[in-house]
Nanobody, 127 residues
Framework: QLQLVESGGGLVQPGGSLRLSCAAS????????IGWFRQAPGKEREGVSC????????KYAGSLEGRFTISKDSAKHTVLLQMNSPKPDDTAVYYC????????????????????WGQGTQVTVSS
C-alpha cells in the first residue's frame, strides 16, 4: 500500500523550531518528488517546499526560504521539513505529497501534479 505519513507537528512558540517528517511506505523516494504544502483556515492550500527525487534540487515559497529547509533521508524513506523561527502566520495543517519525478520542476509547488497525499499534521505557532 502506497502511503505517506506526516508527523512532528504541534504547538511551537515564535522563534522556536520544529521538524516535520514525511515517511513513505510502499514505494521508494528515489522515483518521486516530494512536496510540502500547508493550508490555513479560510485559505487555499499552498506550496511550501519541494525536493527532487535525487535530492539535488529544492524549491521554496519565496517568503519561506531561509527559515524552512527541506531534506531527504533515503535510508529512512523520509523527507524532512525543518522549520526555524516559525511565525504565527505559519500556523496551518501541513501536508506532504508525492508526484512523478519527471514532472516539470516549475510545477513542484502546485497541488495539481501530486497524486499521493498524507493525512496532514497540525502546526500551531503561538506564544
Amino acid at each position: 500500500q502506497l502511503q505517506l505519513v506526516e508527523s512532528g507537528g504541534g504547538l511551537v512558540q515564535p522563534g522556536g523550531s520544529l521538524r516535520l517528517s514525511c515517511a513513505a511506505s510502499g514505494f521508494t523516494l528515489d522515483t518521486y518528488d516530494i512536496g510540502w504544502f500547508r493550508q490555513a483556515p479560510g485559505k487555499e492550500r499552498e506550496g511550501v517546499s519541494c525536493i527532487s527525487s535525487s535530492g539535488g534540487s529544492t524549491k521554496y515559497a519565496g517568503s519561506l526560504e531561509g527559515r524552512f529547509t527541506i531534506s531527504k533521508d533515503s535510508a529512512k524513506h523520509t523527507v524532512l521539513l525543518q522549520m526555524n523561527s516559525p511565525k504565527p502566520d505559519d500556523t496551518a495543517v501541513y501536508y506532504c505529497a508525492a508526484r512523478s519525478a519527471w514532472s516539470p520542476r516549475s510545477l513542484c509547488l502546485m497541488t495539481g501534479p501530486y497524486h499521493l497525499w498524507g493525512q496532514g499534521t497540525q502546526v500551531t505557532v503561538s506564544s
